[in-house]
């Protein structure tokens, strides 16, 4: 495929994203059967954000970001920013310069698979990446890549249009077409947890609470009251 | 060995446990003749936490967190659950669900050397954890461990009822047997670095303070005035 | 080289110095030609620290921080400590005795191509430190090394009296004869940064701003109205 | 998308397929315009193997191998089964019976972003294995993941049925749609390489042959007699 | 414990340990329930070894072999020296004199969670060595640890005279009473190998080999015939 | 300092160069004090090359070796060419095209602390190259680098002209100006060692023939026949 930027890309309802952002990523990720989650590596510049949005997606080369500027006008309030690069890169592609842009245009956030710097005044401006490293290393505007299309972005495709959740447990991805069904199972797993949490908090085992004690003994599993009574 | 868990595990007394725990990672592994520390990638996952227990040690699969179920009966108020995996793995096998469940009876922190979720909540609960990784990857309660045998985690063996203490700097295992002894000589290496911090606080060198100077004239060092003086 | 300390090096002016380190480690990065980045693996042990001083350089060996005690005696205030270790390393060689010497004698912070420990404590003290690991694992002091020599620090050659600018995007390094230039260059920048800032976050696009939109037709983006127009 | 084993794919045409797999993966890489290599954590678990065929995709979970039984009854003679797992496992997921399998069904290589064992046997038989590791861990067969189906393998997204070229360099796809194409120019590039091969070995310095001196003094570079010529 | 050097150790009997050693890694690891491996960055210096002996266990520090010297002379001949060190370090601490003194004592392979140099010699000498780095990083002699005491190899227990198997696949530990049991498992193991080896390189597919058609399905998984046919 | 290419560099002597380069890494490396050894990731692309030559510098940018060619043509027979890239990268800088150009104009060896592809090829034609990975990924010829300028590779120091000798326990440099007294140590070094080699092949033990019994007494190591002796 050439390099391309594609203007328009359907969506997910808007409700339904920012629903399954406030659920958060392991909420859903669970939901939608332990799929979706990008590598771990990628990380929240600081602690505490927890955002759901469209994806904008980037394809950008090693050292790069000139397409971040194409991809900020394609981009509605509320989008995320999706972004890999063609080659393994830490180098820093997005500082606080292009995070004014961002906002400017309602973008609430950013998730990219190589570095981001002036994390100081991100902090500050409260706009939240995940990146998989943090660099200094400046970019250049030289070589075109694509908006819009699919990508793989550590380790996961990701279609633009395609929901992301992302929170300090990393960042998960769910299909624009499964996001009404992956929100129902969501929420429907939630109000099963708060049961589930009342009752623990009240001291209730686990082993009670999901009746594990025979499948244990079943599974083969043996106590003994001292560690010197095992026969080896 | 099969899968088995120990009910009844020896601990060093709880006080010397407590006291340990106070005096912190760096204090304690050099007190014990710098053994005992587990790898450096065991990160809390926030910052300030410092704590000391005893050990429940828990031997788990990949992907399964099955037998930390098993493993919190048996813990005691002011005990650390110490859990590995049977081979690399970094998911998600501990989040706040769990972490309630542990509160509720009395555990106060977790060493695992695989991945923590809800990393969010569980700071805002603060409940402390060390981990390889922050991953929302789930997993199953399918496959029997053990619970109270002897583990490799992160590098060092843990035996049941061994006191940890954990903090910024990491996790150190002291054998519960060594416990007291090692809370004298943890104590004593304070008081003397009180003494030293106030004389370096009041900018007199190390080079005086520890008398190196001549040491270090014998050992081969050699002082010039200027780089150009060197003779290469 | 023998093992050497070296008591008096030439450092750019104290002024030129603070000034670098206001500025920040990205403006400082770009405004000398994208050179002198540390490896991004360098990290500061807390968040929002932003230093700049000239470099008191210290080469160590693996396990033994003797020489940041013969270091400290030759630095000035408003000093940087610099240290590398002969061979891959990340024992805890600095912590909070250490930090309070440093203190005392005017050392602002420390670059240390090893690891840190008592993290607890230098951060309550606000004692800045960029390292590649946080380790409890403590360090004997047996083996000479030098002071005032060039060193490599994580990938970077630095020589003594290099002015250094460190902050939450990593460690910059700046030839102390050209750190007028890169105060000028830098201050030129971050002036021509405001005035984009402003218009940025006023809507205005990148692609506007920069006037990309011909360059990018030029190197042959073509936009679409929808994914499926492209043709492969 | 659920668990599904898909019987019928399409493929590049059999003599294009093997004429790519003898061209070897950097021209056909640099054919088809710098895409489609996978990670360069992929490497043979033997020197000197090149191998090109039409893929049957594997989505396998961690620690359990099944479906590559199941792959390998829809493969057809001179396939590569190229399987991914749905998180990071180095666990060895194929020894040499399964190589006998696949061997005698035709299959002439494996792909497979995990572990593989029984390294000794398979470089006996010659039978080639591109992989993230190796490990003698053994695996279950137990949860039931897919078969040609689209998945993403080293970083890169494979389509059942596209052409594999792997090496000792590594890994490449080519869409099956474009292999065709991959290969005119792959050939084109090689029959160039010759000419420039037999001057290159004649003597004839590459700045001459691609006419770099003019552009490299454009660009910049200032050429000096001695070291010590060169103004800072 | 004390630096310690325990003359006297207990092992398996020779020709058990020889036959485990013919039989491999991947066979031993499998017979004794898939435990005992290794972490698979051991790797060997180069392919082809396969070897089984008894463990003489080795504490180093970072940067010193001293205790390799000690070990040596403990060993009988057929024994395997396994050497961990007290802090991750891939220094060079063994090479072609100290291979030339294992073998004139008859010890037959080395295991080294640490680096290893001269590999050109060694790999001339046919001396096999297990290490998780090769490295020219010479050592000193400076610092006592422990001989024949139990240790923590690449992640796992080793005890002194446990059996230990090596070959391309890397390296298991057999405890040495589970030797002779294992033994057994480990020969029925492959002589149920053979047969299935025959009928898999007649064509006969695992499916029907292993009777998993019907567990498959009721596993979940679907066939289709085209992956158009199948539904999201 | 810009973009530079230094025609003419001072070398240590050719005899002296290829004497260093027969004695082979780790004898070079000890007798020059354990220094000048680039990092262990630093690995031969065949086994079994041992070179020696004066370095020609080059520092390349990623995914750009156009400074590849500069440097062919400032190369004497018998030099090695020595690359570093300005930020890290593992793009296959180098491949057979460009090693037919630097054997044919007498290069003997290339290290690159990048990537390296067409390793086939380049160990048919027996072309030495010490690499950080063996990568497909092609660069293209559009940023100006230097060449014979000081770079630091692989975390050492290089000036042009000094003397580098790789073989397949890593690479290590020396300066030319010490190449005659490292030469001279290093055969002082291998004539030793060949008396010790005599006496340890015929069962002498280290312990013995360096005295080491008396200095482990000393330094605390102690004795006993059994574990079950040791007293904790």
Redesign the interface.
């Given at each position: 495929?050439?390099?391309?930027?594609?203007?328009?890309?359907d969506r997910a309802e808007q409700k339904t994203v920012v629903a399954l952002g406030e659920l958060?990523?392991?909420t859903v990720?669970?939901a939608q059967g332990?799929?979706g989650?990008l590598?771990?590596y990628m990380?929240p510049i600081?602690?505490?954000a927890?955002i759901g949005g469209s994806a904008i997606t980037v394809l950008l080369h090693?050292?790069d970001n000139?397409m971040l500027?194409?991809a900020?006008?394609l981009a509605r309030p509320g989008d995320i920013i999706v972004a890999t690069v063609?080659?393994?890169?830490?180098?820093?592609m997005f500082?606080?310069?292009?995070a004014?842009?961002f906002?400017?245009?309602g973008v609430i956030g950013l998730v990219i698979d190589a570095?981001c710097?002036?994390?100081?005044d991100l902090?500050e401006m409260r706009f939240p990446v995940w990146s998989r490293?943090?660099?200094?290393?400046?970019t250049v505007?030289?070589?075109?890549g694509s908006v819009?299309?699919?990508i793989?972005c550590a380790?996961?495709?990701i279609a633009?249009g395609d929901t992301i959740v992302a929170?300090?447990?990393?960042v998960?991805v769910v299909s624009r077409?499964n996001a009404d069904q992956v929100l129902a199972s969501s929420q429907k797993r939630l109000a099963n947890?708060e049961q589930?949490?009342a009752r623990?908090?009240?001291?209730e085992?686990?082993?009670d609470l999901?009746k594990?004690r025979e499948p244990?003994a079943k599974?083969?599993?043996?106590?003994?009251?001292?560690?010197s009574?095992?026969k080896?």
């Open positions: 495929m050439n390099n391309v930027a594609v203007r328009n890309i958060g990523v392991a990720h669970e332990r799929t989650l590598q771990p990380r600081y602690a505490g927890r090693p050292g000139w500027h194409v900020v006008e063609s080659a393994a890169n830490s180098d820093g500082g606080d310069l292009l004014t842009s906002r400017a245009r570095g710097r002036d994390v100081k902090t490293a943090v660099s200094a290393k400046g505007k030289a070589t075109v819009n299309v699919p793989v380790g996961m495709l633009p929170d300090d447990d990393g998960v077409r947890e589930k949490r623990l908090a009240a001291g085992l686990g082993l999901y594990m244990l599974a083969g599993l043996v106590y003994y009251d001292r560690l009574d095992v080896e």
